[in-house]
């Protein structure tokens, strides 16, 4: 598997939130609904990261805010 792909995975499994948005940040995450869905799940509701993170998934989807 490539680095890429392991730190992905590790991410999904053990991130906090801000690592979570961190990852997100990287140009193969940008696009990444796992990601951004993983951030919605583990941060607390008024966290930044949770914020822009379901704005991102909107627009990926598509959706109006």
């Not at 499994?13 to 801000?18: F, K, V």
């Not at 930044?48 to 990926?60: F, G, I, M, N, T």
């Amino acid at each position: 598997a490539r680095t890429g792909d392991h730190l992905r995975e590790l991410v999904l499994e053990r991130g906090a939130p801000q690592q979570l948005w961190a990852y997100a940040q990287r140009s193969e995450a940008a696009e990444d609904l796992d990601v951004l869905m993983a951030i919605l799940q583990v941060a607390a509701p008024d966290a930044p990261e949770r914020s822009a993170a379901s704005a991102r998934a909107q627009e990926l989807r598509g959706e109006k805010g």
